[in-house]
């Protein structure tokens, strides 16, 4: 369908980056969004609402593996192998999928969004190449695996939420674009790996100390560019620091320093896509004690110097 032909009240939720694709059937509606990124990840989100009963049959065009995250109505899939998996909102789950048909039965209204970031397990060693932090990645159980290859469902946290909301809210196009979305993709990826991996009883918290680390999360979305050490936070919220850094990537997916760069470079890309301040100003008010410092952090974490951001746009 021509770009002009989708409705006005649908084109205010799409990527200005993305590819898009809107199809009305009798039975539903289906808006897809494809964000190609330079090398071996691509992302993908779907909208589906059902009119009437019916059946949904995804399918890759070839063998990927699939980072899923399901927002809405909770839907069961008989996959193309005979098994069946649940997905459910506000979840993350893994699949290594080869190309087949997949059948999804919805009702009227059981409408969701589905998000994917996928790749080839054949373009491994080029992931590697473009992403090293993606090394988790990188295992015979999930290049080999089939079908979903954690066995508990990941939690939707709230980290994860705010990097969904980064690509969504994109608005550039180009280089100025795909170097953002990529580390929103990537920080995905890693906040998923970890939860995958880990034992769900390796941090016990209390109810008290489960709060203490939620302020913790709180204070440092507003306080991200002051000076933090994970044990200055810890003597703040009254928590060991030991046991406030445990109990934060068992919440959130991220280590606290990964956290704060995190803000840190967010806020950056803002201001180099918004405004016309000086790195100076930028790399102080991202907390950062030079310039030199500020390029340093900028171009380990989205893998590109700010100055090409500016000259992007």
Not at 22 to 33: A, F, G, H, L, S
Not at 215 to 228: E, Q, S
Request: hydrophobic content about 40%; aromatic content about 12%; some cysteine.
């Amino acid at each position: 369908m021509p770009f002009a032909s989708i409705p006005d009240d649908e084109l205010k939720g799409l990527l200005p980056f993305a590819r898009v694709y809107y199809e009305m059937y009798p039975d539903c509606k289906i808006v897809t969004q494809e964000i190609r990124l330079v090398g071996p990840v691509s992302m993908w989100f779907h909208h589906v609402m059902p009119f009437f009963p019916m059946v949904l049959l995804p399918k890759t065009t070839m063998r990927n593996v699939i980072l899923h995250l399901m927002l809405g109505n909770n839907v069961r899939v008989l996959m193309g192998n005979g098994r069946l998996t649940d997905l459910r909102n506000h979840r993350m789950d893994l699949f290594n999928l080869e190309s087949y048909f997949n059948t999804v039965p919805l009702e009227p209204g059981q409408w969701f969004d589905s998000f994917h970031i996928n790749f080839r397990p054949e373009s491994a060693g080029e992931l590697m190449d473009t992403v090293p932090e993606l090394a988790g990645l990188i295992t015979p159980e999930i290049l080999q695996g089939e079908g979903r290859i954690n066995a508990r469902h990941v939690v939707f946290n709230e980290v994860c939420q705010r990097a969904l909301k980064n690509i969504l809210c994109c608005k550039q196009i180009g280089d100025t674009a795909e170097y953002f979305l990529r580390r929103q993709a990537v920080n995905l990826l890693t906040v998923f790996l970890r939860a995958m991996r880990q034992d769900a009883g390796e941090v016990r918290m209390s109810t008290k100390n489960r709060k203490k680390t939620a302020a913790c999360y709180h204070y440092l979305v507003r306080n991200f560019a002051k000076p933090h050490t994970v044990e200055s936070l810890g003597e703040r919220f009254s928590l060991d620091h030991t046991l406030l850094e445990a109990s934060f990537v068992a919440r959130y997916g991220r280590t606290i320093p990964e956290f704060i760069m995190d803000k840190r470079m967010h806020v950056a890309y803002l201001a180099l896509m918004k405004t016309k301040a000086p790195f100076s100003r930028i790399a102080e008010d991202t907390g950062f004690d030079s310039v030199a410092a500020f390029r340093i952090a900028f171009r380990k974490y989205f893998r590109v110097e700010p100055v090409h951001f500016i000259k992007g746009q």
